[in-house]
Nanobody
């Protein structure tokens, strides 16, 4: 079992930036896939981005391409989500999620991810 803890959420104005962190503890292999999802009130959980821990390959949702960047620090077992040019529609609870993938392929469906953090609120005002 891998434990994931997010941090870095907050309240910002449109156009501002935020950086979220997700730190993993427990035993996970280099083929681990870590992703970010978000869920706004009344909406389904939505895939944002994910990274293959071993090779660093990434996959982004179209809605965040060019504005969000995921990265990782292997030494700290931490993934970062840098969010630029935030929009009110980015307002949601952001969840870190992980899956012990045998081959490191990234999936975008929440059901595939086994490990979840507690979530961190991001609020973007006009």
């Amino acid at each position: 079992q891998v434990q994931l803890v997010e941090s870095g959420g907050g309240w910002v104005q449109a156009g501002d930036s935020l950086r979220l962190s997700c730190t993993a503890s427990g035993r996970f292999f280099s083929s681990y896939v870590m992703g970010w999802f978000r869920q706004a009130p009344g909406k389904e959980r939505e895939f944002v981005v994910a990274i293959n821990w071993r090779g660093g390959s990434t996959y982004y949702a179209d809605s965040v391409k060019g504005r969000f960047t995921i990265s990782r620090d292997n030494a700290k077992n931490t993934a970062y989500l840098q969010m630029l040019s935030l929009k009110p529609e980015d307002t949601a609870v952001y969840y870190c999620a992980g899956h012990q993938s045998s081959i490191g392929i990234i999936r975008t469906t929440p059901e595939w991810y086994r490990d979840w953090g507690q979530g961190t609120q991001v609020t973007v005002s006009e």
